[in-house]
């Protein structure tokens, strides 16, 4: 046997090996959940794999599903994650909470983290779908009616604003979201913001200042609101959605109208979204 044939016989052996792993969790997924459950899960190279279960019931039921799901959790690699969905019923538009958890993080604290903070989002939010991911700390209120979405916006940021300030040190990439029509995957407005990432291994900005960084995404997203508001305002042509964002660090408010199709940017849309809200709000900064 050459060098290479050898190469590819312990290639094949790691995917074999990967691929039973897999089923292995899958079938234990499958095991926990209940019988109408739908369990799956897609790998994306060697070691790298992202499970899927989805249920209809409670929302508030979460917990329960993390809990059964511990056996799972566990067995999670670096690399893996997993994505537990609940939904209300079965109707494509139901609501629905959804909170993916990495194998890297998935230490007790993590996950008790994640679980509260569900729980306190459902109970404030309880007529909108709610995603929390467990990667970087992000956090989604989907599916709000555009005249709530300005109150909507400032009893989100205030839940983000206390979150940060006891857990700033475990999530300094959290992001939080709003968002206003269309789906969940596929919004016609969202609104965010989010804490600046470190850039390829460099190591993570001391919390000293993080927090300034914190206040002013907090402060930035609040003197925004008025645009927001004007947004809302604004009819989204069917087939793009409206991206309104702040710039890293500095916080400079911008706004993208993505063409779902391609999933680029179209200027002249933004140009006229841009337009609109600084028609319904003169003292608007917000740039395209």
Known sequence: MGFLDFLDGTKRAAKASAAAATEALVADMTAALPHDATVSARSWGVGTTTYTAAVTGTRRELPILVSRLNGVITGLGRT???????????????????????????????????????????????????????????????????????????RLVTWWEDMLAAELEHWPMSEVAMTIGGTAEEPDISYSVALDEP????????????????????????????????????????????????????????????????????????AEVVAAIRFHHPASTVKA
């Open 80 to 154: 893996d994650d997993l994505k537990v969905r609940i939904a209300e019923s079965a109707a494509p538009d139901a609501l629905f909470s959804s909170l993916t958890i990495i194998g890297q993080n998935r230490d007790a604290d993590a996950l008790d983290f994640l679980v509260r903070t569900h729980g306190e989002l459902l109970a404030g939010f309880p007529g909108s779908s709610v995603l929390v991911d467990g990667s970087y700390g992000g956090f989604t209120v989907s599916g709000v009616a555009g005249d709530d979405a300005v109150p909507a916006a400032r």
């Open 199 to 270: 850039e390829d291994n460099a190591a993570p900005a001391p919390l000293e200042e993080k927090r300034p960084e914190a206040r002013r995404a907090v402060a930035a997203w609040t003197r925004s609101l008025p645009d927001l508001e004007a947004l809302a305002k604004t009819r989204v042509r069917p087939g793009y959605a409206v991206r309104f964002s702040f710039t890293p660090t500095k916080f400079k408010p911008r706004v993208v109208v993505e063409d779902l199709e391609t999933g680029d940017e179209d200027e002249d849309e933004t």
